[in-house]
């Protein structure tokens, strides 16, 4: 365990319980239809390619990056950083995630892939739901966690540790908290 880390909430192998059991579920879900697997940059890069390993479904890939700017009453503004390279037009889009905190982001790209004619499921790693702004429905969700802010498989402080294989809570004093 490094030093910026208080405790480790989910070690590799229960994170390892936790993919398989969202890709049965989807792999049950989506039997004999082709499905886009949605990969959300950068943090649910690891989710993500874990995950596809276990599907068996005819899966594709593409990838967006987007942050969003404004919460709560403030109307938020998503930002697109990357776009996908698939017309997603009919098709079924399992739109992957690290983490779902105030729910912003994920509720204005939701809104745009549904615009753009795209049959949409939410699939995220972790879900904060005590800090839930806006509702959001996540169809294939790891699993809820405290109000912590978490770091690792995939997800960072400033750009930094996103390599860990765990998902630790980060020490207050690293972010002066
Ligand atoms: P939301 O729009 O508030 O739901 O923000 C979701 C995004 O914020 C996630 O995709 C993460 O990139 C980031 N985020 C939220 N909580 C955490 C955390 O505890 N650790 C790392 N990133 C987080
Ligand atoms: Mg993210």
Redesign the pocket.
Known sequence: MIKEVEKILISKDEIKGIVKKIADRINEDYKGKQVVLLV?LK??LLFASDLMRYLDVDVTIDFMQVS?YG?GTVSGELKILKDAQTDLNGKNVIIT??????????SMLNDLLQKRGANTEICSMLS?PA?R?KDVYIKYCGIEIPD????GYG???DERFRNLPYIGI?KKEVYGG
């Open positions: 959300i943090g649910s969003s919460s995630e690290d983490i779902v905190d105030s729910g912003n982001t994920l904060k800090r702004e912590e802010f978490v770091i997800m960072d402080y980060l």
